[in-house]
């Protein structure tokens, strides 16, 4: 796709979640039109679409019908299955491409991937059985974390392992199923950085955040973050190099662990990511316009960060406390219209302006 689509236009969306919803928000004030594909009932995309398809991903008839009610197709969530994205990809563009998802699907392919260009993972090996747990183990060591290839999302499907006798446990904790052996990255702190690339090939990068997790999900991401400038202009430039060598269009979140040796790449997510949430009030074009801009073949905004940003997330019940959070006249509060505020669910957040940009 060459040309950009007009206004008018319909952006297909695979996902009904929060990024999903905030995605057609952006879409929405673009002149766009949006179609939610999810296979949950009620999704938060949905309050704020203008058509919902309600179907499991592996209703082939659904996703045709889907893909010819739009112009283009994009998602929220990288593990679109394969049969799915056949059908999708048959009728109309999928942005961004199959190979940066299914590079991104599986922990092993990311890492070969990233070591090609160039760039610093986490010692690794693949382990498919239990016979090569041990293998890995004498090559990796301990402390160690072993991660299932697949699937994973905010410390989900993961094992520690403080000294080689605790690989057995950690297998039998993943259920037996094909993972990566990842070497324990002796880290100062993380940060991310949000990355897009236009149809043209364009490159623009969101300053970097500083993530503090809390329970394995992501609690605060903070602008500026704490690196040198040389730091900064790595993680940007280390950034464009995967934007560029996966000809992605669209956004994409990279995860970084900060070490003396150098930034370490721990994942990347080919989606708007929980950690460029900031950009909201902190850039005048965020993370959300930017890939509905990317995937509609318009110019890209500028990345620039106009504000100092705290962004927290609301976990479970944090989000009753919107009487007090609604009071801070310096706070973004972004809300997901979810009814059902479980431990450990993403409800919303707060994005503080702590000041002018430094
Ligand atoms: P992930 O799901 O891979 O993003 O991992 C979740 C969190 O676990 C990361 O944000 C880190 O805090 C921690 N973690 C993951 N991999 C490593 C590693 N190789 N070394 C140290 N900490 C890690």
Known sequence: MTKALPQGSTIGILGGGQLGRMLSVAASRLGFKTHIFEPGANPPAGHVADVVTTAPYSDLDALVAFAKSVDVVTFEFENVPADALDALESIRPVLPNRN??????????????????????????????????????????????????????????????????????????????????EGFIDFSHEVSVIGARSQSGEVVCFDPGENIHRDGILHTTTLPANLKSSQRMDAVILTGQILNALDYVGVMGVELFVTPNGLIVNEIAPRVHNSGHWTQNGCVIDQFEQHIRAVAGWPLGDGKRHSNVV???????????????????????????????????????VNKVTGPAT
């Open 311 to 349: 962004m927290t997330n609301l976990i479970g019940d944090e989000v009753l406390d919107v009487e007090t959070l609604s009071k801070d006249a310096s706070a973004g509060l972004h809300l997901y219209g979810k009814t059902d505020a479980k431990a450990g669910r993403k409800m919303g957040h």
């Open 100 to 181: 940066a998802l299914a590079t991104s699907q599986d922990r092993i392919a990311e890492k070969d991937f990233l070591t090609g260009i160039g760039l610093k993972v986490a010692p690794y090996a693949n382990v498919e059985t239990a016979d090569d747990l041990v293998a890995a183990v004498g090559t990796v060591g301990a402390p160690s974390i072993l991660k299932t290839r697949r699937f994973g999302y905010d410390g989900k499907g993961q094992s520690r392992l403080k000294t080689t006798d605790d690989a057995s446990n950690a297998w039998d904790d993943l259920g037996n199923t094909p993972s990566v052996l």
